[in-house]
């Protein structure tokens, strides 16, 4: 079991519903949030281009935040999902130091805080929040162990890339484009 | 990103009092799950509870359910029943928890105690509020007659004031979104296709391969069904062909962006089609079989060659040629999308027929990847006498004038209540339900002058938006998620219900309208057109007469109906349009006997005065307008707006990313200051901003002088002749740097 996410960035409007769905699943504070949208645009006037990405925590396979926190609070789950035990957290912020995506924040109850690709409804075979909100159907999620789902498909016939990959840390959400 | 930014200083805080560990610990008393105890499990053990609603945040009205857990109001989600939103909500339906937990909401009704607009008001009971609004309305109606008072409406509980108001004797019923919106693109196709576009819109995205997009920010305007089969059909392979002056996010999905000097559209759509014609682009049957004045549609467009729309519009010839044969080649599944907020220039319901004439010649009307045929529920009404006769309207303050005006003018009626020596009869009363008129009307400072003349204002809203502010009474409505609400009832192509259900008990003493309504009636001694004992009554009543009741309503929430109809026209089959001639009008007889031009003509507008820039607005996805800006969900994702420059003129003003400036128009009005965003998605002769923020009501603390608004702005009108649409895109705007 390997969980992934693919992010159709033809599909993406850049609408932020993925954001809110999270706040209200996940009962994030107002101020916080665990995944945001990214518009970058490229070119000069009238020759222009615009990749919209909805962006969280890559649950990396060799995870710079696993590595560098001191109490084992961040671990990886079954299915590679990297997770924080928040009662095993100690707020040293040393996960948010390392973390070349920015992904992570400091709960207002203290401990640090971040995408779980929604382990608790995966765990029941849904899928995320954000992906199952998707009004565009932008986002896949699903298993790159399993030759035949669809986002072990979509990585094998669409061109994608993944964010920052010369941090070498093995990031598991990838941009369609 | 302001997350980050968030991010950033909470760990500068923390660094510079305590001890991240103590923090970590002493805050975790409220959360330590049992040993073992996962996410899941945890979830296993909550009590869930979910309601039936369709949303009211914006007029697409998704149906879906409202979640509780452990008594607590969790998340709303989709119904995948529901063709408006197929399961999934958008980024505003998903947070509208936030219009139920905002805490600047109406609490109590308030009833005026000095001059208007002072803002002084005293909590009342419901009891003193009606009987004031009572004896007013029947001093109104002894005095002047029941049509003085107008009723402004915008939302599901504007019904109930309907019905109120049509009891009482008046039809003086207007939307904001027709005059001030998509009025024009209504008049334009009933004029071609002897009927309107309607909303949620007929367009058949999904099959769609060919669509163009002129004056139509999809994706930036999140009308859920819509952008869902817009991206579907991008991401099927569909041409988009996008006509904008902004690089919009529609346009960075399409194959072609024309970047066109605005203004100047009728210009490109009549090169269009000229070239559909000289080229024989178009579907020959079709408009042989269904269409009525081809030849005479053809000469007149005769001289707009592209070469004579490329000075105009600057977009080369070439490209209008290659775009138009683009178009021809996915016929009859070539869209030209009609656009929504379409009052412009004045001249918009002759710009969207154009669009509609093209329609008509790619044979797209009725046909698969064009418009479809929609299908509505047809209810059983619910029984009550016959309205009074109404013996006065807003058409006699403008006698000879917009003459194919269907539905009352919001503006009209507004101008109409300021007494003039030669009319007899001014509106003396107004009730305003849903629509902030302060930033919804153009001129604002007139709707003001409008208010100071009345006799009586009620206004009913959830948020102390602007309008409440000059309001003699405010009847605070409970939000959506609190109230039941009449039957949704969709054009789709399917034909569906939806109930909308309470989800929690109404907050402080606020009440749904349907109540208020059906108070008022029984002061006014009009209760039996309010004859049902309770709503759900009301509810089951129609449900029962197309096969579902109440109860099962609240187990699906959408049911599902049987269409009498196929979505598309049947090949060769002959079918009558309600025009006058039967066919589809290239040539519109209506117009020509109303001295309009039959066919669209262009007419060139005003442009901007040196150092002046063309004024655009338009929405972004998390907000529908001002009554979002204060929802603290949605303004976590967008709290103020930016004005959009061209770096050439940001340049040429010395302005600063991110800086703030004031916007001045052509008439020394300013705006509260706004941030720069310096980019290239815009040409050099516009800025553009999103509408609905700037709000001026400190009573609205999240949103309150957050950005600037454009109505503000908006001192110049044209006046659409055929229908009376308010053109708001004629002002222009310079920047003022120096006090910001």
């Known amino acids: ?177 | 990103m302001p997350e980050n930014m968030r991010r950033r200083e909470f760990i500068k805080i923390l660094g510079a009092g305590m001890g991240g560990a103590l923090v970590g610990t002493s805050f975790l008393k409220g959360f330590t799950p049992p040993e073992g105890l996962n996410a899941s499990e945890l979830l296993k053990n909550s009590t869930i509870k979910k309601t039936a609603t369709y949303c009211e945040i914006c007029f697409w009205k998704c149906a879906g359910w409202v979640y509780e857990k452990d008594g607590q109001p969790w998340k709303i989600v989709g119904n995948p029943d529901d063709p408006s939103s197929n399961g999934r909500f958008c980024p505003r339906g998903t947070g509208g928890l936030g219009a139920y937990t905002d805490p600047d909401r109406l609490k109590t009704p308030l009833i005026r105690t000095e001059e208007r607009g002072k803002q002084v008001f005293r909590e009342a009971t419901w009891d003193e509020a009606f009987d004031y609004i009572a004896d007013k309305m029947k001093m109104i109606s002894e005095k002047w007659g029941p049509e003085c008072i107008a009723l402004f409406t915008h939302g599901s509980g504007g019904d109930y004031f309907k019905n109120l108001l049509k009891a009482y004797g008046s039809n003086n019923i207007a939307a904001p979104s027709y005059a001030q919106c998509r009025g024009p693109r209504e008049e334009a196709y009933v004029l071609t296709f002897g009927e309107g576009v309607d909303s949620p819109e007929r367009t058949d995205l999904l099959n769609s391969k060919c669509i163009v997009l002129i004056g139509s920010h999809i994706g930036e305007n999140m009308h859920n069904g819509q952008v869902q089969e817009f991206s579907e059909a991008v991401a099927n392979g569909a041409s988009v062909i996008t006509v904008d002056p902004r690089f919009s996010t529609a346009a960075s999905k399409s194959k072609y962006w024309l970047p066109i000097k605005p203004a100047t559209d009728t210009a490109l759509l009549l090169a269009w089609i000229h070239v559909i014609i000289e080229e024989e682009l178009y579907d020959k049957e079709y408009v042989e079989k269904y269409t009525y004045g081809f030849d005479l549609l053809k000469e007149s467009v005769s001289q707009n060659t592209p070469e004579w729309a490329y000075p105009i519009t600057t977009i080369k010839p070439h490209i209008i040629r290659e775009t138009a044969r683009e178009m021809g080649k996915h016929v009859p599944a070539t869209i030209i999308h009609p656009g929504r907020h379409v009052t412009w220039y004045g001249d918009d319901t002759q710009r969207v027929r154009a669009g509609a004439i093209l329609n008509a010649l790619l044979g797209s009307w009725g046909r698969r990847g064009g418009f479809f045929v929609p299908a509505k529920a047809h209810l059983a009404k619910y029984p009550m006498p016959k309205f009074p006769d109404s013996h006065k309207d807003w058409r006699q303050a403008y006698p000879g004038k917009y003459p194919l005006a269907s539905l009352a003018l919001a503006s009209g009626i507004c101008d109409a209540t300021i007494p003039t020596p030669e009319r007899d009869c001014s509106f003396k009363g107004w009730f305003v339900y849903g629509t902030n008129l302060i930033q919804t009307l153009p001129q604002p400072e007139k709707t003001i002058e409008a208010i100071q003349a009345l006799e009586l204002l009620v206004v009913i809203d959830i948020l102390p938006s602007e309008i409440t502010g000059w309001a003699d009474v405010i009847l605070p409505e409970c939000t959506y998620l609190e109230r039941y609400d009449d039957v949704r009832v969709s054009p789709a192509r399917i034909p569906t219900v939806a109930l909308r259900a309470p989800a929690f008990e109404p907050q402080f003493n606020t009440k749904p309208a349907s109540w208020m309504a059906k108070e008022l009636s029984k002061r006014l001694g009009l209760e039996q057109y309010f004859a049902w004992e309770t709503f759900e009554e009301y509810l089951d009543y129609q449900f029962k007469s197309v096969g579902t009741s109440l109860e099962e309503m609240k187990q699906i929430g959408v049911k599902k109906l049987e269409s009498d109809h196929p979505i598309y026209f049947l090949n060769g089959e002959d079918y009558e349009f309600s025009t006058p001639t039967g066919k589809i009008e290239l040539y519109s007889t209506t117009l020509a006997e109303h001295g309009f031009d039959p066919v669209p003509k262009y007419t060139a507008h005003p442009e901007p005065p040196e150092g002046f820039y063309r004024l655009l607005y338009g929405r972004a996805p998390m907000h529908t307008f001002g009554r979002t800006t204060n929802n603290p969900l949605l303004a976590d994702l967008m709290d103020e707006n930016e004005v959009w420059v061209n770096p050439k003129v940001a340049n040429k003003w010395g302005l600063h990313h991110q800086q703030y400036v004031i916007l001045e128009n052509q008439d020394g009005k300013r705006s509260n200051k706004i941030r720069v965003k310096v980019t290239e998605r815009i040409r050099h002769d516009a800025v553009y901003m999103v509408h609905g923020f700037g709000h001026t009501q400190s009573k609205m603390r999240r949103s309150y002088m957050k950005g600037a608004d454009d109505t503000q702005l908006i001192s110049r009108v044209d006046l659409d002749p055929i229908m009376g649409g308010t053109g708001m895109r004629g002002n222009f705007v310079t920047f003022k740097t120096e006090a910001v």
């Not at chain 1, 070119?43 to 962006?55: A, F, Q, V």
């Not at chain 1, 207002?108 to 765990?123: A, Q």
């Not at chain 1, 075979?125 to 035949?148: E, Q, R, W, Y």
């Open chain 1, 1 to 177: 079991m390997r969980y992934a996410m693919a992010i159709d960035t033809r599909r993406c409007v850049g609408c932020s519903d993925c954001v809110v769905a999270c706040q209200t699943e996940n009962k994030v504070p107002v101020g916080y949030c665990r995944d945001w949208i990214v518009e970058e645009m490229s070119g000069k006037y009238p020759l222009l281009s615009l990749e919209i990405r909805s962006e969280r925590c890559n649950h990396c396979a060799d995870a710079p935040c696993v590595r560098s926190c001191p109490t084992s609070a961040s671990h990886y789950e079954d299915g590679g999902i990297v997770m924080v035990t928040h009662e095993e957290c100690i707020g040293c912020k040393a996960c948010i130091a390392s973390c070349p995506y920015d992904a992570r924040f400091v709960h207002p109850e203290g401990y640090v805080d971040k995408c779980t690709f929604c382990l608790h409804r995966v765990k029941d075979g849904l899928k995320p929040a954000c992906v199952s909100v998707c009004p565009t159907h932008a986002m896949i999620f699903g298993d790159l162990d399993d030759a035949n789902s669809e986002i072990s498909k979509i990585l094998q016939s669409r061109t994608h890339k993944s964010l920052i990959p010369e941090a070498g840390t093995k990031p598991h959400v990838f941009y369609l484009l």
